[in-house]
């Protein structure tokens, strides 16, 4: 009935906030994004929770490029970042479960993906949520997403290469988008050639003619 549809939607953006406000800080956040995809996956018809899905994609996605800084008691200064296992279980649960929702049993949601790779474009060039951050720490986000993307781009049960496709489109967009910093142009690159290393024929083809009409546009500067 509507009535519960709407307890429904509560209850479902009630745990998305917890997950948001817990996430790489307590168990109950891994377990709760585990618990999730499991109830996509075998039961939950997310027809449901139609208008919810990109809502839920904006808020979780962003955390993939969150860091998680410690914070000293008694100075309440920042000290140095350490990628905990508690992080790591938790940004693999928050992969698959992205994963499962993008792309449930129900048909690949385009919407809700160009929001997915919109997301974890910037680090792809090691811009994430705290600059100061070490370097060791952003490298192992962007290998992070580009593990996931690998995965996300080779799931041969979409239709007409869909999952494949948007990855691409995600490389063409990091070129387009390219950030002005050396450095940062630099990571970019290495992270585009790592996307495009796992295309498809026919979509790896596609991205090298974009290149050649990139690099024939007046506008273009090496």
Known sequence: TPVLGLFD???????????????????????????????????????????????????????????????????????????????????????????????????????????????????????????RAPTKVKFWLREAAIDFLKVFASDSSCQEHVASKTVGALARHCCIRAPENAESREHASVSVSRLVSFLPAEEACDFTKFLIKMCRHPQVLF
């Open 9 to 131: 939607e509560i209850a479902w953006s009630c745990t998305i906030s917890i997950v948001r406000h817990f996430f790489a800080e307590e168990k109950r956040c891994t377990l709760i994004l585990e618990n999730l995809s499991k109830a996509v996956t075998e039961s939950t018809n997310l027809k449901t929770f139609e208008t919810s899905i990109t809502t839920t994609v904006e808020t979780l996605a962003p955390l993939s490029r969150e860091i998680k800084l410690k914070v000293d008691d008694e100075s309440g200064e920042c000290i140095e970042v350490e990628v905990t296992d508690l992080w790591k279980e938790s940004l693999s649960a928050l992969y698959k479960f992205l994963n499962v929702v993008v792309k449930p049993k129900q048909g690949f949601r385009r919407s809700s993906a160009v929001v997915l790779m919109r997301s974890i474009q910037p680090v792809l060039v090691l811009s994430v949520s705290d600059r």
